[in-house]
């Protein structure tokens, strides 16, 4: 049990990786809150989990936000970790062909979501000396051919860096900031380029370590972020993606 007596908020924690990241912080003690835009999914995925509350939000509205925090506090007192999860993948298409407002949605939710919660978060971390977890990709550390969605790009690649600039300017106040940088995993996300079994192989062998990623892969991962056994780790950017980046 390594998390008794934490509080976690999990954004994006209805599906796929975040819901994964709930399930495995909560089967480590802690109270976990998860919150996302879709209440019904939300509420679904809550009761399929033990010692997890559902907060519904739209990451990309600050009053949201606030009230995730505010029900989180009244529910449990205070606050140990943030995951930074919630994200939304775009389009395909080249640069030269996308709108101002497709670019803007995807910053919305995958950058300024991400600085609305850990702004609402903060000053009960500094309480707690608690820690934060982003979510952000490999798509974030390089570039790849035919990939074509820059706006995910310059988000995942935003939140890498100021991962490391969070991590410098509240670790006097004894908060950890870490960030993992998931390969390809198995989610809502990426289903529409694992249809087939050509789309599978080709998706396979692009991690040297001969598989693609389950969600509960990057799950473990950021437990160990939260954890105490990495109480002297902060500003970390971790690759969980069966190598594709060392390629
Ligand atoms: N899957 C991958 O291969 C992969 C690789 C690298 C990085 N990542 C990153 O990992 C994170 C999780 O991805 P995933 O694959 O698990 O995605 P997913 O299965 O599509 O789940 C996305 C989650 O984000 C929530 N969300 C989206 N828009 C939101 C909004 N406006 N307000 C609140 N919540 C919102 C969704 O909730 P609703 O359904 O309620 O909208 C859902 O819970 C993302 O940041 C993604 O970029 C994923």
């Avoid at 449990?76 to 298409?93: M, Q, R, T």
């Amino acid at each position: 049990m390594k998390l008794s007596s934490k509080v976690a908020i999990v954004t994006g924690g209805s599906r796929g990786i975040g819901k994964a990241t709930a399930i495995l912080l909560a089967q480590h003690g802690a109270n976990v809150v998860i919150t996302s835009k879709n209440n019904s999914s939300l509420q679904n995925a809550a009761k399929e989990m033990k010692n997890v509350v559902a907060i519904p939000g739209d990451i990309r509205k600050n009053t949201d936000v606030e009230n995730v925090v505010k029900v989180t506090l009244e529910k449990f007192g205070k606050i140990d970790i943030l995951v930074n999860n919630a994200g939304i993948f775009p389009k395909v298409k080249p640069l030269h062909e996308i709108s101002e407002e497709e670019w803007n949605d995807v910053i919305d939710v995958n950058l300024t979501g991400q600085f609305r919660f850990t702004k609402a978060v903060i000053p009960h971390l500094m309480e707690t000396n608690g820690c934060i977890v982003n979510v952000s990709s490999d798509a974030g550390l390089k570039s790849f051919e035919n990939f074509e969605a820059d706006a995910y790009t310059a988000s995942k690649g935003a939140l890498v860096l100021l991962t490391k600039a969070w991590a410098v300017e509240y670790a006097k106040y004894k908060i950890r900031v870490n960030c993992v940088c998931p390969g390809i995993v198995e989610t809502d996300m990426t289903s529409p380029w694992l249809e087939s079994e050509a789309d599978r192989a080709m998706a396979v062998a692009e991690h040297p370590i001969g598989r693609i990623g389950m969600p509960e892969d990057v799950a473990k991962a950021i437990l160990y972020l939260v954890s105490n056994d990495s109480s002297w780790i902060t500003g970390a950017i971790l690759p969980v993606d069966g190598g594709i980046i060392t390629k």
